[in-house]
């Protein structure tokens, strides 16, 4: 479109002198072919001709001023050269394929792409997934695909998969009324065992993680039971059936304190830990996430970092079950649309085993 408007406004100039002289301005475009010419010549002695958009430009312009019978004589190209680039110069004005390519949705923002690949770096464990999470909460609800594209275009491999439930809840129906308890165990850096009891409500995802003990007893897992009752309060009346396996542990004075509150006990198959898939979903988050990661000292220690991820778990992590919502925040964060004006904090959990990522207000 520019090019076009140059080259009229170039024969406009060129014809404007013919018209308030009144006299025959053909000789002098002829002097200006030929200098231009020469100009050409000169810049290629060493080479073959070739000519510049530029010089097709003023050659095709000048052509107005120049009867067509003297083309041939003037001009170092044939007349049927010399129309093709008329032609071409004209058409530019009609040409919409710059505007079309500028169609489409909007590229990310190199802020957004930015903050991608920082998170993705200090955090090797996370997949485009998990990513698209934090970002969520940070205030950017962009899709998955966009994520993968962006640690995809940077040369990062994804994070490992991680297996997912298969077995689908009998109860889905009911998930909201369900909750779920397993035991499972954590070794110390001398090589002591552990014991911890999980309880995860299936409809908000909260985690409940009880005491840790190296000797783990009836009495010790009624205690449990009594602590979790106390904490939920007026919220065990929203519960209807406690999931938990064939666990010796347990115990009738377990299952006791939960029937008091008109909770109904489901025991899982023998040896079918897909039955509790949720609870060992998420006892291996816990292993994946923070265990894995921190040598446990002792009983105290392994309570100190099992409090601390209960505490990421349920008020920042965000869970794809919930709209990428943690367990303690019922709507979305505000959209930000200038990342950039924006400081990003980061708080580091466990001593930076786990990031949390926040603006600054």
Same mark, same amino acid.
């Given at each position: 479109?520019i090019?076009?408007m140059?080259y009229?406004?170039? +024969?406009k100039?060129l014809?404007a002198?013919?018209?308030?002289?009144? @006299?025959?301005?053909?000789?002098?475009?002829e002097?200006?072919?030929?200098?231009?010419?020469?100009?050409v010549? @000169? +810049?290629?002695?060493a080479?073959?001709?070739?000519?510049?958009p530029?010089?097709? /430009?003023w050659?095709?312009?000048?052509?107005s001023?120049?009867p067509?019978?003297?083309?041939?004589?003037v001009?170092p =190209?044939?007349?049927?050269?010399l129309l093709?680039?008329?032609? &071409?110069f004209?058409?530019?004005?009609w040409?919409?394929s710059?505007?079309r390519?500028?169609?489409?949705?909007?590229?990310?923002?190199?802020a957004?792409?930015k903050l991608?690949?920082?998170?993705a770096r200090? %955090?090797?464990?996370?997949?485009?997934?998990?990513?698209?999470?934090?970002?969520?909460r940070?205030?950017?609800?962009?899709?998955?695909?966009?994520?993968?594209?962006?640690l995809?275009?940077?040369?990062?491999?994804?994070a490992?998969?991680?297996?997912?439930?298969t077995? &689908?809840? /009998?109860?889905?129906?009911?998930?909201? !009324?369900l909750? $779920?308890v397993?035991?499972?165990?954590?070794d110390?850096?001398? !090589?002591?065992?552990?014991?911890a009891?999980a /309880?995860?409500?299936? #409809?908000?995802?909260?985690?409940?993680i009880?005491a840790?003990?190296?000797h783990p007893?009836?009495?010790?897992?009624m205690?449990?039971?009594?602590n979790?009752?106390t904490?939920? !309060?007026t919220r065990?009346?929203s519960?209807? /059936?406690?999931?938990?396996?064939?666990?010796?542990?347990?115990?009738?004075?377990f299952?006791a304190?939960f029937?008091?509150?008109e909770?109904?006990?489901?025991?899982?198959a023998p040896?079918?830990p +897909?039955?509790?898939?949720?609870c060992?979903r =998420?006892? #291996?988050t816990? +292993?994946?996430e923070?265990?894995?990661?921190?040598l446990?000292m002792?009983e105290?220690? $392994?309570r100190?970092?099992?409090?601390?991820?209960?505490?990421?778990?349920?008020?920042?992590r965000p869970h794809?079950?919930r709209?990428q919502?943690?367990?303690g925040?019922?709507?979305?964060?505000t959209t930000v649309?200038?990342?950039?004006?924006? &400081?990003l904090?980061?708080?580091?959990?466990?001593?930076? =085993?786990i %990031?949390?990522?926040r603006?600054a207000?």
């Amino acid at each position: 479109m520019i090019l076009s408007m140059l080259y009229k406004a170039a +024969r406009k100039l060129l014809s404007a002198p013919g018209v308030l002289l009144r @006299r025959d301005t053909s000789k002098d475009a002829e002097l200006l072919v030929l200098r231009h010419e020469n100009a050409v010549l @000169r +810049r290629q002695i060493a080479g073959p001709v070739r000519y510049e958009p530029a010089d097709r /430009f003023w050659l095709a312009a000048l052509s107005s001023l120049i009867p067509r019978r003297r083309w041939h004589e003037v001009f170092p =190209v044939t007349p049927g050269t010399l129309l093709t680039w008329h032609r &071409r110069f004209s058409a530019a004005k009609w040409d919409y394929s710059a505007r079309r390519a500028r169609t489409g949705r909007p590229p990310t923002k190199a802020a957004l792409k930015k903050l991608i690949l920082q998170l993705a770096r200090e %955090n090797a464990k996370w997949g485009h997934r998990r990513i698209q999470g934090e970002l969520a909460r940070l205030g950017h609800p962009i899709a998955a695909s966009t994520v993968w594209g962006s640690l995809h275009a940077a040369g990062i491999a994804p994070a490992p998969r991680r297996a997912g439930p298969t077995w &689908r809840e /009998f109860l889905t129906n009911q998930a909201e !009324g369900l909750i $779920a308890v397993d035991f499972f165990h954590l070794d110390t850096a001398l !090589g002591h065992r552990l014991y911890a009891l999980a /309880f995860l409500e299936h #409809g908000t995802r909260r985690l409940h993680i009880a005491a840790v003990t190296a000797h783990p007893t009836r009495d010790w897992a009624m205690q449990q039971a009594r602590n979790l009752a106390t904490d939920l !309060g007026t919220r065990m009346e929203s519960l209807h /059936f406690l999931l938990r396996d064939r666990d010796g542990k347990y115990g009738q004075s377990f299952d006791a304190i939960f029937e008091a509150e008109e909770v109904e006990i489901l025991k899982s198959a023998p040896r079918a830990p +897909r039955m509790n898939a949720h609870c060992e979903r =998420v006892i #291996g988050t816990i +292993r994946r996430e923070a265990l894995d990661h921190v040598l446990i000292m002792n009983e105290a220690h $392994a309570r100190h970092v099992l409090a601390a991820y209960e505490r990421h778990y349920n008020e920042h992590r965000p869970h794809r079950a919930r709209n990428q919502l943690p367990p303690g925040a019922d709507q979305q964060p505000t959209t930000v649309h200038r990342p950039e004006n924006r &400081r990003l904090l980061r708080t580091r959990i466990l001593g930076g =085993v786990i %990031n949390e990522y926040r603006y600054a207000a």
